[in-house]
């Protein structure tokens, strides 16, 4: 069998993980890989964008920024016959600085996929959409802050997220420590969590790799949070709304609403009617949808004291499905949302890029 056919039978990611200092049960026992599709990717590097969903101020902010972060996948990432991830050849050609800051977007978007399919995170939300919706003040002049944060079953997770362009070194699990400990609380409580994720690639091989790890230690002057649930479910899905709309092509049918980009290989559905409760809190304002979002994807939720209630009904248990007859890969989210890919013929390794470096 050819390399190149033995690609076409890895229809996911691997990619080993080593954790750290986790408490006990916390992740699956004697699991050390994360798998993931390109699908998957795409969710992620769309959820973890900066970008609000406030098209009178930013116009259409959010679609340009996911458009280049998402186009990091097929330009830039391979995928090889054992499934493992490793950069495309035009990546390793990039000079220095632009090879970091696909390093920094492809952290981001690995951290949210190992907080939603290890500790159960439905909504992945950068600190910094969420800041700027609700005026979340920090140090000025201080950006040593952890990235992400989200509701998971247990509680608030928050992760820092780190990307290299080569292996992690000391300095860097130093510094990942101090960042994710700067949030002490959200709304009063401690946060279940406070990860640290960093992907890199290791040589001689350089297949992607991460590094998790959840210190304990305080850093000296913590940030309190505190949350707005239905502005956080703003903040969220407004990017989400604002890029369906934007799409080529956009459908309602079987329950969502679409918009695929068909020269890029995408197409994003939402929950018909998560859509519209979003669109019209957007007309006049978010209050109580929070409430209607969590009955309709069956979602954990913190009561007054701190204590994770559930909703009746089954939870939610999204998978990653692969239309082997088209070469589609699809992530169905937790949050309401599925994303197709279609990148099969992109990721495939070609010519000297059969022998990752």
Known sequence: ????????????????????????????????????????????????????????????????????????????????????????????????????????MLGQAMTSIFCRKKLGVTHMLHVDRYARTESVLFTPGDRSRPDLFGLSRNGWIVAESKGRTRGADAGTLTKIAQQKRKISSIDGRSPYLTLGCISSFPPPVSNMRLDVIDPDEDQPEPIAISVNYDQYMLAYYSPLLDL??????????????????????????????????????????????????????????????GTVREIAGEVANPTDAIDDTGGDERSDNPDGSNFITNWDEDIRPTGPELMPG
């Open 1 to 104: 069998m050819s390399t190149t056919s033995k690609a076409w039978l890895s229809p996911r990611f691997t990619a080993p993980y080593h954790s750290l200092r986790f408490p006990v049960g916390a992740l699956p026992k004697n699991d050390r890989d994360l798998k993931f599709t390109t699908a998957d990717l795409a969710h992620a590097l769309f959820s973890t964008g900066r970008a609000p969903g406030d098209r009178l101020k930013y116009g259409k902010a959010s679609f340009w920024e996911w458009l280049h972060r998402v186009s990091v996948v097929p330009a830039y990432l391979r995928r090889h016959y054992d499934s493992s991830l490793y950069r495309s050849r035009l990546a390793l050609d990039l000079d220095r600085s632009e090879l970091a800051a696909i390093s920094y």
């Open 244 to 305: 369906i709309d934007t799409a080529d092509a956009t459908d309602r049918s079987g329950g969502y609403v679409s918009g695929r980009f068909t020269n890029l290989g995408v197409e994003i559905q939402l929950r018909e009617q998560i859509y519209e409760q979003v669109y019209n809190a957007q007309q006049t304002g978010p209050e109580g949808l929070f409430a209607t979002i969590r009955e309709q994807l069956h979602l954990p939720f913190l009561d007054g004291g």
